[in-house]
């Protein structure tokens, strides 16, 4: 059993050095040959060979798209808590909906829903001016989280 255990370990330790070093095989100077540069963050370098964790039975994909934006204020308490309660207000009315209240310099935004097209937007965006609550409506295109199981 412990030798099973030793056998993985050195596995997982060969294959993480294989994938670390193609940044040094790269960037090694070979005479008569082109020199390479790689010019990056090191988070990106502790990245390599790493395998990506997600929760149980949840997954989620960041992509472009389209929210629905109810709110934009400034930078002040006001501006926080305006946005803050249109999110309950909005998730109140329309709880199928994802609400999004959080800052983006230099502004306070509070936006509504994960919309691939902006079609899908134009149309929730008509429910909510049809309530007559929201007077800023309006379609921004985002990065926006499409959830799968």
Known sequence: MKCLVAIVLLCFAVVSKAQNSILVEL??????????TVHQDPAITALIGTVPKYEEGK?????????????????????????????????????????YAYFRPPR?????????????????????????HYKEVSIVREQINISWE
């Open 27 to 36: 960037q090694k100077n070979v005479p008569m040959q082109g020199t390479v």
């Open 59 to 99: 997954r989620e994909l960041k992509a472009r798209g389209y929210r629905v934006q109810v709110y934009a204020g400034n930078n002040s308490r006001d501006a926080r808590s305006q946005a803050n309660s249109m999110a309950k207000q909005v998730e109140a009315e329309f709880p199928e909906l994802p609400v």
């Open 108 to 132: 306070w935004l509070c936006c509504v829903g994960d919309f691939k097209t902006i079609e899908e937007a134009d149309a929730v965006m008509r429910r909510l001016k049809a309530t007559g």
